[in-house]
Structure formats: C-alpha cells, structure tokens
C-alpha cells in the first residue's frame, strides 16, 4: 500500500521561500511519475509541477522560474523548492504518486504566503 506524507508548509511573507518535501512508502517509488498540486479555498485543485521517473519536469506557466520540483529516489522523497512566494500562492499543497494506473494522494500541507 502506498502512502505518501508531505511536510514543509507553513507561514511565509511574500518573496520569501519554503521547500516542501514528500515521503512515500512502498517499493514502486523509482518507477513512478511523482506530482505536486495546489488547491485554494473555492479553487479547483491545479498541477504545480511534476516529475517522471526519469526525471523530466514540467511546471505550471504561473510558477515556472520560481519552483522547482525534485526527486530522491533512494529516500523515496520528492520536493517542490518555492521561492518569490506570493499571497495567490496560498493553498493547501497535495503530493501525488502515480504507477500502475493509480493515483495516490497525500493528506496536504498548507502554504500561506502574506503580503
């Protein structure tokens, strides 16, 4: 069974940074395509960014430039850097493993950006 726990959100005024991280479990973390999305309140939820297996990413045009999504396969970790933070970035942030024609969701963690 696959879980997957965020961590990382938090409080941060506008320019300022966070990183977030996501942790999975079970033994298919290599070959999967790995997500961050966002959802703020009244919003649907969006792609942020993504990373295959392979490494190749692709970013959301709202964000590119300013986040960067990484992966450690050893550590089964995936991570969204966010820098130039601004308030419209406020959401609750979802990791997203997909593999075998499955998608696994975290629980979320917050991100507040003040202006």
């Known amino acids: 069974q696959v879980q997957l726990v965020e961590s990382g959100g938090g409080l941060v005024q506008a320019g300022g940074s966070l990183r977030l991280s996501c942790l999975a479990s079970?033994?298919?973390?290599?070959?999967?395509?790995m997500g961050w999305y966002r959802q703020a309140p009244g919003n649907q939820r969006e792609l942020v960014a993504q990373?295959?297996?392979?490494?190749?990413?692709t970013y959301a045009d709202s964000v590119k430039g300013r986040f960067t999504i990484s992966r450690d396969n050893a550590k089964k970790m995936v991570y969204l850097q966010m820098n130039s933070l601004k308030p419209e970035d406020t959401a609750v942030y979802y990791c997203?493993?997909?593999?075998?024609?499955?998608?696994?969701w975290g629980q979320g963690t917050q991100v507040t950006v003040s202006s």
């Open positions: 997203k493993l997909h593999v075998a024609f499955r998608d696994y």
């Open positions: 079970g033994s298919m973390f290599s070959i999967s395509h």
């Open positions: 990373i295959s297996s392979d490494g190749r990413t």
